[in-house]
């Protein structure tokens, strides 16, 4: 059970959006910003977004992160055949003095 | 172009010694903190720890404290990750990564992977 909770699975047609939420508490993300990761069958993680927002260079702007509270979400708009992967949010968490990483969420395109 | 390339799989018995590395090129390899991954088969990502190494500083989640050793050469640009007397549980795919300036959970750059199978 991570502390992190992640829906285990998403799903979506083509060109739909779909939301990933990640939930925490006031020790993780309610304190500190969220890095988002897509992992494809198969290959390593890849950073998607950092600092709740923002997206490193390369990564399409169909990928958006938010944060509100102790949530984050993750949001991809225009669902491709290629976003089926694994999702998962990290943060910072202060009463592990580690960081952690959401269970995942895979997403499948319909 | 930004690189890390690590050491190839391993299997090895319980109770075996381990050292797997992480080679950094085409960036200041010291100015960077490292970061080890694990993923267990067919389960999510879990941060082991990370090492500066400019000072070979390093820092350990509390679920991996005491259980590896993290370390770095500079002067060859690589960082490790061992252990001491594997277990069957340690069967994973271990990942290196660097972890970016702009966050401290940023990871940017991430190696292919070193999957270390504990089989007796």
């Known amino acids: 059970q991570s502390v992190l909770t992640q829906p285990p699975s998403a799903s979506g047609t083509p060109g739909q959006r779909v939301t990933i939420s990640c939930s925490g508490s006031?020790?993780?993300?309610?304190?500190?910003?969220v890095s988002w990761y897509q992992q494809l069958p198969g290959t390593a993680p890849k950073l998607l977004i950092h600092?709740?927002?923002q997206r490193p260079s390369g990564v399409p702007a169909r990928f958006s992160g938010s944060k509100s509270g102790t949530s984050a979400s993750l949001a991809i708009s225009g669902l491709q055949s290629e976003d089926e992967a694994d999702y998962y949010c990290?943060?910072?968490?202060?009463?592990?003095?580690?960081?952690?990483f959401g269970g995942g969420t895979k997403l499948t395109v319909l | 172009e930004v690189q890390l390339v690590q050491s190839g799989a391993e299997v090895k018995k319980p109770g075996d010694s381990l050292k797997i590395s992480c080679k950094g090129s085409?960036?200041?390899?010291?100015?960077?903190?490292i970061a080890w991954v694990r993923q267990m088969p067919g389960k999510g990502l879990e941060w082991m720890g990370t090492?500066?190494?400019?000072?070979?500083?390093?820092r350990y989640s509390p679920s991996f404290q005491g259980q590896v050793t993290i370390s770095a050469d500079k002067s060859i640009s690589t960082a490790y990750l061992q252990w001491s007397s594997l277990q069957a549980s340690d069967t994973a795919m271990y990942y290196c990564?660097?972890?970016?300036?702009?966050?401290?959970?940023?990871?940017?750059?991430w190696g292919q992977g070193t999957l270390v199978t504990v089989s007796s």
């Open positions: 990290a943060t910072w968490d202060d009463s592990l003095n580690a960081v952690l």
């Open positions: 085409g960036y200041n390899f010291i100015a960077y903190w």
């Open positions: 090492i500066y190494p400019a000072d070979s500083d390093t």
């Open positions: 006031s020790s993780n993300i309610g304190g500190y910003s």
């Open positions: 600092t709740s927002n």
């Open positions: 990564a660097r972890l970016e300036v702009y966050s401290h959970t940023a990871l940017g750059y």
